[in-house]
T-cell receptor, first 107, second 112 residues
């Protein structure tokens, strides 16, 4: 059974800092998802990737298939980036989720 | 498009009561999912459906039932509610497997 581990569990940053959140998984995957859960509870999909790198605004997601590792980077962080970031892998059709990384960006 | 909608937003049940959590999507997605989210834990899959008339168990199906009579609707039924079912429930949909999933706003359920 694939397991998804995220680090760190909690992260506090100052506005403007560069943020990195890590995700490791244990078996080969077909797609790696990054999601954001807002303080109000809503969940939105940020990225889905199976190789290389994707960028959307200040967010960048990378994946290393050989090392079974993905990272989510946030450049020039802002208090509105405060949320829980969740990684999930989809090797068997359904998603297996990590426990999330709670990010707090202070002004 | 409304996307994925869920009702109710909040509910308190007594032990042994039953209820149905409603989920609907207007994106003509084939796949629909029910997850539960407990504090400090990752989302867990309860049931999923790959199309109208087809449902299958996920990781934590005990105590729940689902049906998928139309492409749009995927209700989750709780029979004989137990305190262990206190959780936040999310419905999601995707066009196909391995695609981006779209989530509803969630239902916060408390069983006392």
């Amino acid at each position: 059974k694939n397991e998804v581990e995220q680090s760190p569990q909690n992260l506090t940053a100052q506005e403007g800092e560069f943020i990195t959140i890590n995700c490791s998984y244990s078996v080969g995957i077909s797609a790696l998802h990054w999601l954001q859960q807002h303080p109000g509870g809503g969940i939105v999909s940020l990225f889905m990737l199976s190789s290389g790198k994707k960028k959307h605004g200040r967010l960048i997601a990378t994946i290393n298939i050989q090392e079974k590792h993905s990272s989510l980077h946030i450049t020039a962080s802002h208090p509105r980036d405060s949320a829980v970031y969740i990684c999930a892998e989809g090797s068997q059709g359904n998603l297996i989720f990590g426990k999330g990384t709670k990010l707090s960006v202070k002004p | 498009n409304a996307g994925v909608t869920q009702t109710p937003k909040f509910r308190i049940l007594k032990i042994g009561q039953s209820m149905t959590l409603q989920c609907a999507q207007d994106m003509n997605h084939n796949y629909m999912y029910w997850y539960r989210q407990d504090p400090g834990m990752g989302l867990k899959l309860i049931y999923y459906s790959v199309g109208a008339g087809i449902t299958d168990k996920g990781e934590v199906p005990n105590g729940y039932n689902v049906s998928r009579s139309t492409t749009e609707d995927f209700p989750l039924r709780l029979e004989l509610a137990a305190p262990s079912q206190t959780s936040v429930y999310f419905c999601a949909s995707s066009l196909q497997a391995y695609n981006e999933q779209f989530f509803g706003p969630g239902t916060r359920l408390t069983v006392l």
